[in-house]
């Protein structure tokens, strides 16, 4: 009877983690694809009250998207662009680059702003370039990183008109979990 109720204990424990799994996963929409180095469907959870645009798409090389709360002008926007970059070998990602691949990089964010960067990582290790705008722009912040030779940057920022734009470190943290949550889920074609 023991050894009975211990297993229907463990079943009905089984059934409720893949209940749990399957609606988180039934959470996170399509929000674009890319078709060069393999086919990937790019998957997001959208954050509460949130909706997401697309902005522009070259079919299968690069896609740009918004996510915005329509209802919130005060709320952070994210923009999202993926595209291919010819000179990343597919399979390389940020964690791959030597310090000067990676000094190239900053660069080209240093270019034009004043600008404060630093690294941190997804929840799940990603290695994310992080370009922080210091001067006296509108606040927003840069998040960058390579998957399979794709870039993907993220931008963190306001809308015009927003009565207080300053980023806060729980909005970027939500930025961060959104990457985090963002899948490149592999397809056939």
């Given at each position: ?48 009250g949130?909706?997401?645009h ?96 794709y ?8 809308q ?22 963002l ?7």
């Amino acid at each position: 009877m023991k050894k009975m109720l211990a297993l229907l204990t463990a079943l009905a424990l089984m059934l409720t983690c893949a209940a749990a799994f399957a609606e988180g996963a039934e959470e996170k929409q399509e929000i674009g694809t890319v078709r060069v180095n393999g086919a990937f469907s790019l998957k997001a959870k959208i954050p509460e009250g949130y909706v997401y645009h697309t902005l522009d798409m070259e079919e299968g090389v690069s896609f740009t998207g918004q996510v915005t709360n329509p209802d919130d002008i005060n709320a952070p926007t994210m923009l999202i662009n993926v595209y291919l970059n010819d000179s990343i070998e597919p399979g390389v990602r940020l964690n791959d680059l030597t310090e000067e691949e990676l000094k190239n990089i900053e660069a080209t964010f240093q270019a034009d702003n004043e600008v404060s960067i630093t690294y941190t990582e997804t929840h799940l290790g990603t290695k994310l370039l992080q370009v922080t705008e210091v001067g006296d722009d509108p606040d927003w912040v840069d998040f960058y990183s390579i998957y399979e030779g794709y870039e993907i940057e993220m931008i963190l920022g306001f809308q015009p008109g927003a009565e207080n734009p300053v980023l806060t470190d729980e909005m970027i943290g939500k930025a961060i979990q959104f990457l985090t949550d963002l899948d490149f889920v592999k397809t056939e074609e």
